[in-house]
């Protein structure tokens, strides 16, 4: 078991989170949510050893293998497949030389509780580095079909997600730590790694922004709070946490209501007490008649005011401790999102792209994707799917005129102003600011960080160059950039993979409200049910259109794991 106690980490005076306490048993998943910058991926940088908290314990058992997936792929390029996977599981010829002289020393030190536990393990290494169980996990994540000379480098990027997975389920860890692993995996493999997840006994703590995926995973969520920099447990999935949060969120409005109301009638009181009392005063003031009876009235009604005008003063005092105290119910405040909103797309044709006999890929080699007769229409919503590799971030590129065609034709309508959002976000210029990417379009710097911060980009941050900013800012950055840009068709390849969950809603209703044409590769399948008007999936080398998603295929990792 992985245990976290009172946890607290800030990050340049800021608090990420404090007074953090939970566990993860073995076999519980655990769905880790948040906004972006709210320090989830710190929190698992912490439990897997790479950075140390501020104050608060990580108690484990000795010995217990943690297996961490960070969110960007972290090996060298150069490097072959085959050469990383040697490099994760170890070479069986120099592990059972150690293995022999770890014997050795056993055999002069019976019964060293060190050396035991060190031969234990050296023997489930051995055993994890053989060729056949690689090569299940290798098939098993439908990475059979990659050439193993081939530089990772080249991989797209769904297979250096799947790359990543198999290297750390070849490390045969008992504690799962998945900074966002859904990212551009297609939806065979998502739907794989559901079902991997499930059947798994590894404890799992699992961050994503994958609504439907921590649906079908986790049974338990927790939530780290922005505004109060708190951790708060929920049981069940995520549409269970969504449900409570708004059970939470409307029984606060109504204890707020209340409370506003009773402060109000406490004011009125108020108000009345000391309206009372300045009337008695006046009145006495205004007796100036000098006789005993008068004076003596006088007297009582300066003291029947005096009295008022304390306890007027005591309800104002109760009311300022009420207040400034804990107890008091504060108004709901929602996460800061982003807000796109798309300006009213220059008027395009009906056919706005047309492919006629198109076949995409790199010149010299076979084509991706061939014979493909389709077109985008005017206001069409299409989300594209397909295996990853299969080509279709090619097909963009081409539409893009990134690519040349190896055949046939792209005809662009008269009046088509296209822009694009890559994988990768190539088109950020990695030396350039935030600012300096978005300052010519407006007239001064004020406005452009105006614009800016409608994207959650303020402060330094707008000052930092693209390259330090964090995946999420990045990807950001660039839809701000295809807002401000003015366009009437889009080709978004997968745009919402680095957005939490609530920007992910806010691109949602954006592009609904976007009255040009979209064609974008994603694999959220939420997102899909709830944006595409029709289905482009890919079946080998065609493209098949469709009003919904086909399941029927098997998926190309239905061998198992080891």
């Not at 990695?430 to 600012?435: F, R, V």
Request: proline share 4%; glycine share 8%; hydrophobic share 40%.
């Amino acid at each position: 078991m992985l245990a976290v106690s009172h946890l607290t980490k800030t990050f340049n005076l800021q608090t990420l989170f404090r007074d953090s306490t939970f566990s993860i048993n073995p076999t519980e998943r655990v769905g880790l949510i948040g906004p972006n910058g709210s320090g989830k991926t710190t929190l698992l940088r912490i439990l897997a050893g790479l950075e140390e908290a501020d104050s608060g314990q990580v108690l484990k058992p000795a010995g217990l293998r943690i297996g961490y997936l960070a969110q960007g792929f972290e090996l060298p390029e150069d490097l072959t497949v085959a050469q990383v996977v040697k490099k994760t599981v170890g070479d069986v010829d120099a592990l059972t030389a150690e293995l022999v002289a770890l014997a050795q020393r056993l055999s002069d030190q019976p019964g060293h509780a060190g050396l035991a536990n060190q031969y234990d393990d050296l023997l489930r290494r051995m055993q994890n580095a053989e060729p056949e169980r690689a090569a299940r996990i290798i098939a098993g994540l439908g990475l059979n079909d990659v050439p193993e000379h081939l530089p990772v480098g080249r991989l797209s990027g769904g297979q250096k997600t799947r790359l990543s997975l198999a290297l750390l389920l070849l490390d045969d860890p008992e504690i799962l730590l998945l900074d966002e692993p859904t990212n551009h995996l297609d939806i065979e493999m998502l739907e794989w790694l559901e079902d991997w997840l499930k059947g798994t006994r590894n404890g799992a703590l699992i961050v994503s922004h994958d609504r439907m995926f921590l649906d079908r995973t986790v049974t338990r969520i927790l939530e780290l709070d922005p505004l109060s920099h708190e951790l708060r447990g929920y049981a069940g999935n995520y549409s269970a946490y969504v449900q409570a949060k708004e059970n939470e969120t409307d029984a606060q409005w109504s204890a707020y209501k209340d409370q506003e109301a009773e402060i109000r009638r406490m004011k009125a009181d108020i108000a009345r007490a000391k309206e009372q009392a300045a009337h008695t005063e006046r009145k006495a003031s205004a007796n100036h008649t000098g006789s005993p009876e008068n004076k003596m009235g006088k007297d009582h009604q300066k003291r029947l005011a005096k009295k008022v005008a304390q306890k007027a003063k005591s309800r104002e005092k109760r009311l300022d401790r009420f207040v400034e105290s804990a107890e008091k119910v504060e108004k709901p405040k929602g996460p800061r999102t982003i807000r796109v909103e798309f300006e009213k797309a220059p008027h395009l044709g009906r056919s706005v792209i047309q492919m006629e006999r198109l076949s995409v890929g790199f010149p010299g080699c076979a084509p991706l994707l061939e014979d493909i007769y389709l077109q985008i229409r005017a206001a069409q919503r299409i989300a594209f799917t397909g295996p990853n590799g299969c080509g279709k971030t090619t097909l963009l590129r081409t539409l893009a005129g990134e690519l040349p065609p190896l055949a046939g034709q792209v005809v662009l309508g008269s009046s088509v102003r296209l822009r694009w959002m890559s994988q990768d976000l190539h088109s950020l210029r990695s030396e350039k600011s935030a600012l300096d990417h978005v300052w010519e379009y407006f007239p001064n710097q004020t406005e452009a960080r105006r614009f800016l911060g409608y994207y959650l980009l303020t402060g330094d941050e707008v000052l930092k160059p693209a390259v330090q900013l964090s995946y999420g800012q990045r990807a950001r950055l660039m839809l701000a950039l295809l807002v401000v840009s003015g366009c009437n068709v889009l080709l978004l390849d997968e745009p919402i993979n680095h957005l939490d969950i609530s920007s992910r809603t806010q691109f949602e209703q954006a592009l609904n409200a976007f009255s040009g044409a979209i064609l974008m590769v994603v694999h959220d399948r939420y997102f899909i049910d709830r944006f595409a008007q029709q289905v482009w999936q890919v079946k080998g080398k065609r493209i098949i259109a469709a009003g919904n998603i086909d399941r029927s295929l098997p998926c190309p990792a239905e061998t198992g794991m080891a």
